[in-house]
């Protein structure tokens, strides 16, 4: 039986970690180059739910009433649920796309596992 590197990505598939000695397996190795205004815009995004996080972690050391902080929390929760959604509409548009016309129809599984990831 052929030995497979989980260590690469985690994913362990035969196809991509059969190598040990590659440094890397396809799913590691996938990038998506981004326009100035697309990063721009998620950057701010985070920076945002960055600064909210800071505020709830300040609001905690500050012992603010219960319902308070997880007001904000419940807002922070919904920054990073609207960053999940843009990317996500970004890479349908781009990468599940073209993958698509290439005829990489391997992208659909990847993406089903994705949005399982999103509805537990």
């Known amino acids: 039986m052929e030995e497979i590197n989980r260590d690469c990505c985690g994913v362990g598939e035969r196809d991509c970690c059969l190598d040990l000695s ?8 996938k990038k998506r180059i981004r326009s100035e205004e697309e990063y721009r ?3 701010n995004r985070l920076s945002r739910i960055e600064g909210q996080i800071r505020g709830i972690r300040k609001m905690l ?3 603010a ?3 308070d902080i997880l007001n904000q929390a419940a807002a922070a929760n919904a920054a990073l649920n609207a960053f999940s959604r843009e990317l996500l509409s970004q890479h349908l548009r781009s990468c599940v796309v073209n ?12 993406l089903l596992s994705t949005l399982q990831k999103f509805m537990k």
């Open 61 to 63: 050391d500050e012992s």
């Open 41 to 43: 815009r998620l950057c």
């Open 99 to 110: 993958d698509l016309r290439a005829g990489n129809d391997e992208v659909v599984d990847e």
């Open 22 to 29: 590659k440094s890397a397996c396809f799913h590691c190795d």
């Open 65 to 67: 009433y219960c319902p």
